[in-house]
């Protein structure tokens, strides 16, 4: 399979809790298992099914604890046992929350180094 990720993905541990934009009522938040992440999206499973090109509102718990309020666009999704692994690009995230995952990028890739 050829690569076409433009960035690094990152395994982070948390909690991404999903609310659909524009829904009526109260939001429902989604439980998801975090795969993968970088600085422009998440990888994720989930046992709730989604479509791809629709928007969530969504709260990522970060290795640091702090909470990243950030929106996706599903991109991709495939049906796996027991559920659903999708792909999502982050829209409009601010930078200064970009920067927090490349962080976090550096210093793995440093420590991995040093333990080599």
Known sequence: MIERRKNKRLGLTGELLLCPIGGSGNPESVS????DASK???GFISDKHLTI?????ANLTIWTKEVLHV???IVRA???EGGYRYGAFFIGMPD????RITAYETVRELT????K
């Open 32 to 35: 998801i298992e975090i795969i």
């Open 40 to 42: 422009t999206g998440i």
């Open 53 to 57: 090109g629709d928007n969530y509102e």
């Open 71 to 73: 929106f996706l666009q």
């Open 78 to 80: 495939n049906e796996i």
């Open 96 to 99: 200064y929350d970009a920067q």
């Open 112 to 115: 991995e180094k040093q333990d």
